[in-house]
């Protein structure tokens, strides 16, 4: 399909999101949005209710990625860089390991920041030290490359955090930061580069750094790669990396020290993109519109609240509406067409920050906060909290559902509640 037949089919409104593409296999789950509508999860997290827990041998913050009954977590294991595969039960399957680790310099970062993606059949894993690897399912090595030793340092002043994204072209993966940032694809089985595109853009200070990870969407059945960072989002073809449109204008004031760490999240027809210093009080919620060809700034830059955002949590979703969650505690219900803030709704007051990106089930939703509390929130009949809850451990990584159990990765275990 040309891409002017679907820019015309785009403009008749035809647009929409494709959930059985490459992408299921997602650290923000099956629709790349945090959403899991088909997880009825109790929501007690208590004794009687846990599962399993087992623990890690070394620092790590990845997001778990569930593929069939497999967990997989990546962390350092003495000095080195480890993929592991947990069975659904919590016993560890297998273990790869993929280079010497260069270790985080946030403390609530680690040099395994960045989550593993699949295609289904095989696991792909990136580190801050630049090892890209292949795996098969039994944690073979396919193959191996280190993309700073190829590329060059990465000068992002924090850790590494883009995760990789599974495309049926490829596996793609970003790095933004001063200097040559860029956005490439890889063949699944050799790892060779398929292409690798330019994605420069000049900023403010710090304004160039990006944290945050590719989703894949659909126009009209055509796969395409929405990326945030360098203050624009831009949408790519999987086949070669060309830039089919790209929208800027996120921070016309010019304000420095302004990364783009949430992922982009989209719902409906709208691409919503948290930005701005939430931690900081200065907020900044847009949406855009998935449609049009070149620069679409005047035309699909569409709304903007500078009430409510998050600079760390990327949003969620759960039924008409985006779900924000402030980094010190509030959440927010946005309407995706007008972002008009519909229900606001405030965690308890405590002086640690939300690192990990909220998760909603059926009818209730998961924040963990950095110290360990997590706290379950009925987003049905009404808002209301539902439980407290206080691991014993740090936790960053973002929670997981898989059928009626919720994964949780701590700083020390992984965790899994019924």
């Given at each position: 399909m040309s891409w002017s037949l679907v820019w015309l089919l785009c403009l008749a409104g035809l647009n929409h999101l494709n959930p059985t593409m490459a992408?299921?296999?997602h650290w923000r789950g099956p629709h790349q949005n945090g959403h899991f509508p088909d997880e009825d999860f109790s929501g007690f997290l208590d004794d009687e209710h846990l599962l399993w827990k087992e623990p890690l041998p070394g620092p790590g913050t990845s997001t778990p990625l569930v593929v069939e009954d497999?967990?997989?977590?990546?962390?350092?294991?003495?000095?080195?860089?480890?993929?592991?595969?947990?069975?659904?039960?919590?016993d560890l399957e297998w273990t790869a390991q993929c280079g010497t680790e260069t270790p985080g310099r946030h403390r609530n970062g680690s040099g395994s920041n960045p989550s593993v993606t699949s295609d289904g059949k095989h696991f792909f894993a990136y580190f801050k030290s630049g090892d890209w690897v292949g795996l098969d399912a039994q944690g073979k090595t396919l193959w191996k490359r280190n993309l700073?030793?190829?590329?060059?340092?990465?000068?992002?002043?924090?850790?590494?955090?883009?995760?990789?994204l599974s495309t049926s072209n490829g596996v793609v993966i970003t790095r933004m930061h001063e200097g040559s940032s860029w956005l490439a694809s890889f063949h699944p089985l050799t790892g060779e580069l398929q292409w690798k595109v330019p994605r420069d853009y000049n900023t403010p200070v710090e304004g160039d750094h990006g944290y945050s990870s590719p989703i894949l969407t659909s126009l009209d059945g055509?796969?395409?790669?929405?990326?945030?960072?360098?203050?624009?989002?831009t949408c790519h073809d999987p086949a070669n990396g060309e830039v089919i449109w790209e929208c800027g204008e996120f921070n016309p004031d010019e304000k420095p020290y302004w990364p783009a760490v949430a992922s982009p999240m989209q719902i409906q027809n709208k691409v919503i993109v948290a930005f701005g210093r939430a931690d900081k009080r200065q907020p900044r919620l847009h949406g855009i519109g998935l449609r049009g060809m070149g620069d679409v700034t005047a035309t699909q830059h569409l709304w903007e609240n500078q009430i409510h955002s998050s600079f760390v949590p990327s949003p969620t979703?759960?039924?008409?509406?985006?779900?924000?969650?402030?980094?010190?505690?509030?959440?927010?219900?946005?309407?995706?067409?007008?972002?008009?803030?519909?229900?606001?709704?405030?965690?308890?007051?405590?002086?640690?920050?939300?690192?990990?990106?909220?998760?909603?089930g059926k009818d209730k939703l998961i924040a963990a906060r950095e110290?360990?509390?997590?706290?379950?929130?009925?987003?049905?009949?009404?808002?209301?909290?539902?439980?407290?809850s206080h691991l014993g451990e740090r936790v960053i990584a973002s929670p997981v559902f898989h059928g009626e159990r919720l994964i949780l990765r701590g700083e020390k275990h992984l965790i899994s509640f019924r």
């Open positions: 992408a299921n296999h497999l967990i997989l977590i990546t962390y350092a294991k003495e000095g080195t860089n480890t993929v592991a595969a947990f069975s659904i039960d919590g700073v030793q190829e590329y060059g340092e990465v000068s992002l002043y924090w850790d590494t955090g883009t995760s990789p055509q796969e395409v790669i929405l990326v945030w960072g360098g203050q624009h989002l979703t759960h039924g008409s509406l985006a779900i924000l969650l402030s980094d010190r505690g509030t959440l927010a219900g946005i309407d995706p067409t007008t972002g008009e803030s519909i229900w606001t709704f405030e965690l308890p007051e405590h002086r640690s920050s939300y690192y990990a990106s909220p998760s909603a110290d360990g509390a997590v706290f379950v929130v009925n987003l049905a009949p009404e808002v209301s909290l539902f439980s407290e």
